[in-house]
């Protein structure tokens, strides 16, 4: 009998100074698979809206507590669908305390400073759920790709990024990386569906199909930082999303695993509330 | 004959994790030095004003230029003269391009966040010469003196300096920081100036006397931390302070030379420009 597959088998291996560029490939996590799926659709429809209650109670008590942060990191090609996790995961989740950041090209005054200066910005709040839809991986993945960093550059980079989020950790904030993993194949029919349905224009960019000639790269790109970059502080999974269902499923059950290891709880009840009549 | 004084003799060893702890008492400088005056109050005006236009000139090129930044931060106890210096040094200089960042008490929103949140908000950006009156370390010292920070904390919280100002360093801004210091005896003839002065009130908060009374700890744990934070990529210098001439001399020619150091060029002339007549 195969063993039950667990969340921490699609967890990148912890970065380790001592044996920098351990080999590891991206194709060797099935972006079809559904490890996590309940069986059927509709009982993977079930088990998201129970896992979505379960966030949102955990949610409350982040949010009524006001000293744990917690950030959620979503990476992945276009149309991986990380516009639809926030809304697939996250609909049971209450607005209040959640939020979602999403990282575009730089603006000039972003542009202006450190790659790290405008992500530092939009760091959870005590409290605070906050979502980061692409973020500073955005800037060791592009400019990789299309050759602007050299080798120094790329690894000094890592270990700003490996810092910076240690700090955040340090701080309180409880920081959990997915990485949507689709295949190539799945994103030619996202993006033709795009082209094809007018009202999905704009979501297409013709840039795009630049991105995914450039495909293979891409791939080496996130194994490469995935592995500089994942630690215990700030772990990344890879996340089997050419099935939607099951990287909501998934994402969900980490979410839900991560929050309820932060043992949340209401604050204190107060004693100069006991027996107060409001008249 | 006495070497003369140069200003290096003036900045903390930097920082080596082989030899922590390494022991260094901030009275080691007398703060009633004027190592870097010209000879005369008189002189030390002119001299002041001769380096504030060269000051202007180097801001200049680094606006002009918009690829690097430049942050000074000024620490120093109650009354040590950081307004004083910005007032003093920068007079010469073209507001545009230069910005000032005083740091108080931390607003709910900020203490919400990590501390460096809200100081990493203000780096300078591309062309910019900032100036930070008190900073990040106001997070190293006051909890330090009062107790709520354990060693182990303190420890880790140098280590998040470290590698944030490297990060800064390592995106092309030029750090440099000044400890005004200042002797316990100046202290209390400016304190007790503001009082006796009602419209100096402004500038006094009963809380001063109470840091006062600490001024012992207030000593070790400056000591403490510019040991801990002096790096290549961002020196610590003590500014004997007690003149307040001397003061802005020093920090001045401190910031001459930094500036001078990284060879600011107006940008290359437009070809197209050549010959344009404007009718």
Redesign the interface.
Known sequence: MAKKPELDDFRIPFFDEGKKGSAFKLSEFDPGGKPFSAGSKQSDRELLLELGTKLDAQQERLHAQ?RQRVLLVLQGMDTSGKDGTVRGVFHEVDPLGLRIVPFKAPTP?EA??????RV??Q?P???ELTIFNRSHYEDVLVPVVLGELDNAQRE?RYR?IR??E???A????TIIKCMLHISKDEQRERLQARIDDPTKHWKFDVSDLDARKLWDKYQDAYADALAATSTDYAPWYVIPANSKTHRNVMVAQLLVRTMESLKLEFPPPKDSLKGVIVE
């Not at 340090?170 to 904030?173: A, K, R």
Request: overall charge neutral; aromatic content about 12%; hydrophobic content about 50%.
């Open positions: 006001r005054a202006a400073h450190d790659f790290l200066w530092h910005a760091a709040a005590a409290g000094r700003h810092h910076f240690a700090m955040l340090d701080s309180g904030t």
